[in-house]
């Protein structure tokens, strides 16, 4: 075992240290006198003379070496991807994680914001501005910078931020990642997910090969020292898997692995369940896992590698895989070491805090992230007066959703179907990569058949980007794009989907 000692007299700055291992009882002997003999060498005052000084003997273990800053800055970017009452958690997340970061003495002008900000003052929201992120939580929502809201939130403007290319921004703060190469980057996403993709509230979609493309840009300009990366989505492993390098001094994880969903949390109806006047889920699984981790321990002692398996079994639910996710890493993984404060900063009311406490382990009711939009829709209409015109109308989108649910998987179907034939089409469709392979080969014709599909058959939606791995699986079997959209004709053709029409709702590619 080694053992670090420090000893030392602020006032005259005069220190002796020491790292030395220690097996058995006579060296621990050895150690003792060896203390002995370094308080000596210090002044006589620092030893209890006429003028006494405060001397602070300090014994650390090497977890506990302080690791130097350099006076480098840290930086953030938050991304709620998704709008709209029902998606709430996704936005109270990434305003959670502000709030951590902003106790940990992150500026505000290191931190850059996207979410629609359409929640706080929705008419469905019980409490008007505020937004909170569990159950008995404060809000969360005051003070956070509204850097891109509305129709700013796009991948593109994302790409801008993070590469620090203020010409490129589409309106927004004008705010950017301007880093240095000493710096360390924290990004963290929240949103619905798909194979390769993550969602945006405005088209088309962040495609992993663009995602990898940018980060590779990024460390090419040698602009940061290193960076961290959380990302809450289903499949949100895809977006990785097989194309993310680990020479980029990068470390990500993901909610889930390349082929599962993630989970919402905090919903109506579960335990612990949101107060009885919310009628959405208030957290995500991964998301609260890393967060409330966060703010239970102190970041000057606790590693992102405590962090990861701390988060990774509490987002399996504790090994209950069918509520629960199997939480991914990806590209460098050499700096785990390295302690979270350097990213997230520190709070000092965390200072007495343990580095990584091992909480009680209690299950979380959870439900998958695609259908925590139906829970919200069925909490609404509960809600509203029986035999009213207003709940009978509501009753009607609900099932309108549903359809477009059933009319987009049998869609697909049949087009593996003209394809591949009965016998191949759903095992080509559904066949999943081993680790270490892309989703896709070309992502070109991925964003292609995308764009095939919905010109024909109407907008994937959130739901629907579950898809996308049968439409990478027939871009990797070779099939033309012409063949593909006949297919997509035979499929959908001549059926009415003008609510569903990406002319109206923006290209998913």
């Given at each position: 075992?080694?053992?670090?000692?420090?000893?030392?007299?602020?006032?005259?700055?005069?220190?002796?240290?020491?790292?030395?291992?220690?097996?058995?009882?006579?060296?621990?002997?050895?150690?003792l006198?060896?203390?002995?003999?370094?308080?000596?060498?210090?002044?006589?005052?620092?030893?209890g003379?006429?003028?006494?000084?405060?001397?602070?003997?300090?014994?650390?273990?090497?977890?506990?070496?302080?690791?130097?800053?350099?006076?480098?800055?840290?930086?953030?970017?938050?991304?709620?991807?998704?709008?709209?009452?029902?998606?709430?958690?996704?936005?109270?997340?990434?305003?959670?994680?502000?709030?951590?970061?902003?106790?940990?003495?992150?500026?505000?002008?290191?931190?850059?914001?996207?979410?629609?900000?359409?929640?706080?003052?929705?008419?469905?929201?019980?409490?008007?501005?505020?937004?909170?992120?569990?159950?008995?939580?404060?809000?969360?929502?005051?003070?956070?910078?509204k850097?891109?809201?509305?129709?700013?939130?796009?991948?593109?403007?994302?790409?801008a931020?993070?590469?620090?290319?203020?010409?490129?921004?589409?309106?927004?703060?004008?705010?950017?990642?301007?880093?240095?190469?000493?710096?360390?980057?924290?990004?963290?996403?929240?949103?619905?997910?798909?194979?390769?993709?993550?969602?945006?509230?405005?088209?088309?979609?962040?495609?992993?090969?663009?995602?990898?493309?940018?980060?590779?840009?990024?460390?090419?300009?040698?602009?940061?020292?290193?960076?961290?990366?959380?990302?809450?989505?289903?499949?949100?492993?895809?977006?990785?898997?097989?194309?993310?390098?680990?020479?980029?001094n990068?470390?990500?994880?993901t909610?889930?692995?390349?082929?599962?969903?993630?989970?919402?949390?905090?919903?109506?109806?579960?335990?612990?369940?949101p107060?009885p006047?919310?009628?959405?889920?208030?957290?995500?699984?991964?998301?609260?896992?890393?967060?409330?981790?966060?703010?239970?321990?102190?970041?000057?002692?606790?590693?992102?590698?405590?962090?990861?398996?701390?988060?990774?079994?509490?987002?399996?639910?504790?090994?209950?895989?069918?509520?629960?996710?199997h939480?991914?890493?990806?590209?460098?993984?050499?700096?785990?070491?390295?302690?979270?404060?350097?990213?997230?900063?520190?709070?000092?009311?965390?200072?007495?805090?343990?580095?990584?406490?091992?909480?009680?382990?209690?299950?979380?009711?959870?439900v998958?992230?695609?259908?925590?939009?139906?829970?919200?829709?069925?909490?609404?209409?509960?809600?509203?007066?029986?035999?009213?015109?207003?709940?009978?109308?509501?009753?009607?989108?609900?099932?309108?959703?549903?359809?477009?649910?059933?009319?987009?998987?049998?869609?697909?179907?049949?087009?593996?179907?003209?394809?591949?034939?009965?016998?191949?089409?759903?095992?080509?469709?559904?066949?999943?990569?081993?680790?270490?392979?892309?989703?896709?080969?070309?992502?070109?014709?991925?964003?292609?058949?995308?764009?095939?599909?919905?010109?024909?058959?109407?907008?994937?939606?959130?739901?629907?980007?579950?898809?996308?791995?049968?439409?990478?699986?027939?871009?990797?079997?070779?099939?033309?794009?012409?063949?593909?959209?006949?297919?997509?004709?035979?499929?959908?053709?001549?059926?009415?989907?003008?609510?569903?029409?990406?002319?109206?709702?923006?290209?998913?590619?």
């Amino acid at each position: 075992m080694l053992l670090y000692i420090k000893i030392s007299n602020p006032n005259t700055h005069h220190c002796v240290n020491f790292t030395m291992g220690f097996p058995g009882f006579p060296f621990r002997l050895i150690f003792l006198v060896l203390l002995v003999a370094a308080a000596a060498t210090l002044p006589s005052e620092a030893r209890g003379g006429r003028r006494r000084y405060p001397w602070d003997p300090i014994i650390r273990w090497p977890s506990d070496h302080p690791q130097k800053e350099e006076g480098d800055t840290r930086w953030a970017v938050l991304v709620a991807g998704s709008n709209g009452f029902g998606n709430y958690r996704h936005q109270a997340d990434v305003c959670h994680a502000y709030q951590i970061l902003k106790k940990g003495g992150v500026k505000d002008e290191n931190i850059v914001v996207f979410m629609y900000d359409d929640i706080a003052m929705n008419d469905l929201n019980p409490r008007k501005g505020v937004l909170i992120n569990h159950p008995n939580g404060e809000d969360v929502y005051a003070g956070v910078p509204k850097d891109y809201t509305g129709e700013q939130v796009t991948a593109e403007n994302f790409y801008a931020v993070l590469l620090g290319d203020k010409s490129a921004l589409k309106g927004g703060s004008g705010k950017v990642v301007d880093s240095k190469p000493g710096d360390r980057i924290f990004i963290y996403y929240s949103d619905h997910g798909g194979p390769g993709v993550l969602g945006m509230p405005n088209m088309p979609y962040l495609y992993g090969k663009d995602f990898i493309e940018v980060l590779k840009k990024k460390h090419t300009s040698g602009t940061y020292k290193e960076m961290v990366i959380y990302i809450e989505a289903c499949e949100s492993g895809s977006v990785f898997e097989g194309l993310m390098p680990d020479n980029l001094n990068i470390y990500v994880t993901t909610a889930s692995n390349a082929e599962e969903s993630s989970w919402g949390t905090y919903c109506p109806g579960m335990d612990p369940p949101p107060p009885p006047e919310y009628i959405t889920c208030l957290g995500d699984l991964y998301s609260v896992a890393w967060m409330e981790d966060s703010e239970t321990h102190n970041l000057k002692r606790e590693t992102i590698e405590q962090q990861y398996n701390q988060v990774k079994e509490r987002t399996s639910n504790y090994n209950t895989y069918n509520a629960g996710s199997h939480v991914m890493e990806y590209g460098n993984t050499s700096f785990k070491w390295e302690k979270l404060y350097l990213y997230q900063g520190f709070d000092p009311a965390t200072e007495n805090l343990p580095p990584n406490r091992i909480e009680v382990k209690e299950r979380m009711d959870v439900v998958n992230q695609r259908d925590a939009d139906v829970l919200f829709l069925w909490e609404r209409y509960k809600k509203m007066e029986d035999g009213t015109k207003a709940k009978a109308e509501f009753l009607k989108v609900i099932t309108e959703t549903m359809l477009h649910r059933e009319h987009l998987d049998g869609s697909v179907d049949i087009i593996g179907l003209a394809l591949f034939g009965p016998d191949k089409g759903p095992c080509i469709l559904k066949s999943v990569r081993s680790r270490g392979l892309p989703l896709a080969d070309d992502w070109d014709c991925l964003k292609s058949t995308v764009r095939l599909f919905e010109a024909h058959c109407g907008s994937l939606t959130q739901y629907g980007m579950k898809h996308m791995r049968a439409f990478a699986n027939i871009c990797n079997s070779g099939v033309p794009l012409s063949r593909i959209e006949e297919a997509c004709m035979a499929a959908c053709g001549g059926r009415d989907f003008a609510k569903w029409s990406p002319v109206n709702r923006g290209y998913s590619a």
